[in-house]
Nanobody, 121 residues
Protein backbone atom coordinates (compact mmCIF):
# COMPACT_ATOMS: atom_id res chain seq x y z
CA UNK A 1 0.00 0.00 0.00
CA UNK A 2 1.07 3.55 -0.79
CA UNK A 3 -0.57 6.63 0.63
CA UNK A 4 -0.27 9.85 -1.37
CA UNK A 5 -0.92 13.35 -0.05
CA UNK A 6 -0.83 16.35 -2.38
CA UNK A 7 -0.19 19.92 -1.27
CA UNK A 8 0.72 23.28 -2.74
CA UNK A 9 -2.45 24.16 -4.59
CA UNK A 10 -4.09 27.54 -4.35
CA UNK A 11 -5.27 30.63 -6.17
CA UNK A 12 -2.86 32.35 -8.55
CA UNK A 13 -3.15 34.95 -11.28
CA UNK A 14 -2.59 34.03 -14.91
CA UNK A 15 1.11 34.01 -15.67
CA UNK A 16 2.00 33.01 -12.16
CA UNK A 17 3.58 29.88 -10.75
CA UNK A 18 2.82 27.16 -8.25
CA UNK A 19 4.70 24.09 -7.10
CA UNK A 20 2.69 21.05 -6.14
CA UNK A 21 4.12 18.36 -3.89
CA UNK A 22 3.00 14.79 -3.39
CA UNK A 23 4.31 13.02 -0.31
CA UNK A 24 4.24 9.24 -0.35
CA UNK A 25 4.26 6.85 2.56
CA UNK A 26 4.22 3.12 2.67
CA UNK A 27 6.22 0.77 0.52
CA UNK A 28 9.41 1.72 -1.31
CA UNK A 29 8.68 4.95 -3.14
CA UNK A 30 11.58 4.59 -5.53
CA UNK A 31 10.00 1.48 -7.01
CA UNK A 32 6.99 3.39 -8.27
CA UNK A 33 6.49 5.32 -11.45
CA UNK A 34 4.64 8.55 -10.68
CA UNK A 35 2.19 10.71 -12.52
CA UNK A 36 0.18 13.89 -12.21
CA UNK A 37 -3.36 14.18 -13.52
CA UNK A 38 -6.00 16.88 -13.32
CA UNK A 39 -9.75 17.18 -13.54
CA UNK A 40 -11.53 20.41 -14.35
CA UNK A 41 -15.21 20.95 -13.51
CA UNK A 42 -17.45 19.09 -15.91
CA UNK A 43 -14.51 17.39 -17.64
CA UNK A 44 -12.87 14.00 -17.47
CA UNK A 45 -9.62 13.49 -15.63
CA UNK A 46 -6.65 14.03 -17.93
CA UNK A 47 -2.98 13.16 -17.90
CA UNK A 48 -0.53 15.94 -17.10
CA UNK A 49 2.94 14.44 -16.53
CA UNK A 50 4.80 11.22 -15.79
CA UNK A 51 8.19 10.45 -14.31
CA UNK A 52 10.15 7.23 -14.25
CA UNK A 53 11.38 5.50 -11.11
CA UNK A 54 14.76 7.20 -11.15
CA UNK A 55 13.57 10.47 -12.61
CA UNK A 56 15.64 10.00 -15.75
CA UNK A 57 12.60 10.04 -18.04
CA UNK A 58 9.69 12.45 -18.06
CA UNK A 59 6.65 12.89 -20.28
CA UNK A 60 4.11 15.68 -20.59
CA UNK A 61 0.75 16.41 -22.07
CA UNK A 62 1.05 18.76 -25.02
CA UNK A 63 -1.03 21.34 -23.19
CA UNK A 64 1.59 21.76 -20.43
CA UNK A 65 4.83 21.00 -22.27
CA UNK A 66 7.36 23.77 -21.76
CA UNK A 67 5.44 25.23 -18.80
CA UNK A 68 5.28 22.37 -16.27
CA UNK A 69 8.13 20.29 -14.87
CA UNK A 70 7.78 17.03 -12.99
CA UNK A 71 10.55 15.90 -10.66
CA UNK A 72 11.05 13.57 -7.73
CA UNK A 73 13.23 13.21 -4.67
CA UNK A 74 13.36 9.55 -3.73
CA UNK A 75 15.18 10.34 -0.48
CA UNK A 76 12.19 12.44 0.57
CA UNK A 77 9.52 10.16 -0.93
CA UNK A 78 8.13 13.15 -2.79
CA UNK A 79 7.21 14.03 -6.35
CA UNK A 80 6.79 17.62 -7.49
CA UNK A 81 5.03 19.48 -10.25
CA UNK A 82 6.43 22.94 -10.95
CA UNK A 83 3.84 24.91 -12.88
CA UNK A 84 4.89 28.14 -14.59
CA UNK A 85 3.08 30.53 -16.93
CA UNK A 86 -0.24 29.33 -15.58
CA UNK A 87 -3.37 29.88 -17.62
CA UNK A 88 -7.03 29.96 -16.58
CA UNK A 89 -7.52 26.68 -18.42
CA UNK A 90 -5.08 25.04 -15.98
CA UNK A 91 -7.73 25.42 -13.28
CA UNK A 92 -8.50 21.94 -11.95
CA UNK A 93 -8.06 19.54 -9.10
CA UNK A 94 -4.61 18.02 -9.45
CA UNK A 95 -3.97 14.44 -8.42
CA UNK A 96 -0.77 12.48 -8.07
CA UNK A 97 -0.69 8.77 -8.77
CA UNK A 98 1.72 5.89 -8.25
CA UNK A 99 2.09 2.62 -10.07
CA UNK A 100 4.67 -0.15 -10.05
CA UNK A 101 4.05 -1.01 -13.69
CA UNK A 102 2.30 2.17 -14.81
CA UNK A 103 2.47 3.19 -18.41
CA UNK A 104 2.69 6.89 -19.09
CA UNK A 105 -1.05 7.60 -19.04
CA UNK A 106 -2.56 4.61 -17.29
CA UNK A 107 -1.94 1.68 -15.03
CA UNK A 108 -1.61 3.62 -11.79
CA UNK A 109 -2.52 1.76 -8.62
CA UNK A 110 -2.71 4.50 -6.01
CA UNK A 111 -4.13 8.02 -6.06
CA UNK A 112 -4.01 11.01 -3.76
CA UNK A 113 -7.02 13.03 -2.66
CA UNK A 114 -6.18 15.96 -4.91
CA UNK A 115 -5.31 19.62 -4.48
CA UNK A 116 -7.22 22.51 -6.03
CA UNK A 117 -5.46 24.89 -8.42
CA UNK A 118 -7.36 27.98 -9.51
CA UNK A 119 -5.91 30.41 -12.04
CA UNK A 120 -7.65 33.76 -12.35
CA UNK A 121 -7.57 35.82 -15.53
Amino acid sequence: QVQLVESGGGLVQAGGSLRLSCAASGRAFSGYKMGWFRQAPGKEREFVAHISRTGSSTYYADSVKGRFTISRDNAKNTVYLQMNSLKPEDTAIYYCAAGLMAAIMNGYDYWGQGTQVTVSS
